[in-house]
């Protein structure tokens, strides 16, 4: 099986792809565009996006390699990726480091996505699944596809984190045409990725919403955890808004299809595999 550091390696061509390219496309982005307003004044974000990259098997670039699941072949394929990590490479504590390698080997069973578990902040934001932004005076809500997530922006009357949650607690703000959303409050018990990237409960999240035409948002991510990297870091990324007349958030309510790996052993009778 090749390693990190072998993906790694083979990646360095995608690294200067990626940054030759990133240039041209922000070069194309109208930085000067200006969204429809809602009837309080703010930047009209209300849509259905969706992110076209392969972050969520890596947020750092890659080159493509087999799956954990072998006898599937292509079908579990890891896909090429330049990465939406600024730079390149994510500042890991010596130590984290090791344990980022560590939940890469053993993903199959470590990787809280396939429990089900809600994918928390950002990692929810480029799934290859869609989401939904609602927008009012007050809240900004974001309804994912994924698992039914739902993340609550509180736009007014900003208060710390309750208690922990998968999702952190979000509040709010506006700064110019950007939607500006500081999260707190993860339980730790999140990744960023298929490829191991973690963070601990001390995690800290500012996300960025600045649209760049009708139908593209420029999504920023800073990404502070002392316990675990050397310094913040950020991330960066175009949206896209899903155009098609019938576009909507479907239900993909992923508990029942982990059921069986999570309780399977109590069981009595083995379940007949379905044509």
């Known amino acids: 099986m090749q390693d990190r550091s072998g993906r790694w390696a083979t990646a360095t061509a995608v690294i200067a792809v990626g940054l030759l390219l990133g240039s041209s496309i922000a070069t194309a982005q109208t930085a000067d565009y200006r969204a429809p307003r809602t009837g309080d004044g703010n930047p009209d974000l209300n849509g259905i996006w969706q992110s076209i990259n392969t972050a969520n098997w890596d947020i750092e670039p890659h080159a493509a390699g087999p799956g954990i699941v072998r006898q599937l072949g292509a079908v579990a394929a890891i896909p090429p990726g330049l990465g939406i990590v600024d730079g390149g490479s994510i500042p890991y504590r010596p130590e984290a480091r090791a344990q980022r390698d560590e939940n890469f080997a053993n993903r199959l069973e470590l990787d809280p996505e396939i429990k089900c578990y809600l994918p928390g902040v950002p990692r929810a934001t480029y799934m290859p699944f869609p989401f939904q932004i609602i927008q009012s005076g007050q809240h900004v809500m974001i309804?994912?596809?994924?698992?039914?997530?739902?993340?609550?922006?509180?736009?007014?009357?900003?208060?710390?984190?309750?208690?922990?949650?998968?999702?952190?607690?979000?509040?709010?703000?506006?700064d110019g045409e950007s939607l500006v959303v500081d999260t707190r409050g993860f339980n730790g018990q999140t990744w960023f990725d298929r490829a191991g990237n973690f963070h601990s409960d001390a995690l800290h999240v500012i996300e960025r919403f600045t649209p760049r035409s009708d139908d593209t948002l420029l999504y920023e991510v800073t990404i502070e955890d002392t316990n675990v990297f050397t310094r913040p870091w950020t991330m960066s990324m175009p949206l896209y808004r899903r155009v098609e007349p019938n576009a909507e958030i479907l239900e993909f309510r992923c508990v029942e299809f982990v059921e069986d790996l999570i309780y399977g052993h109590l069981r009595k009778q083995p379940i007949t595999p379905e044509r």
């Open 143 to 174: 309804v994912h596809e994924y698992a039914g997530a739902v993340r609550t922006i509180y736009m007014e009357n900003h208060t710390l984190p309750p208690a922990p949650s998968w999702m952190g607690w979000s509040n709010g703000s506006w």
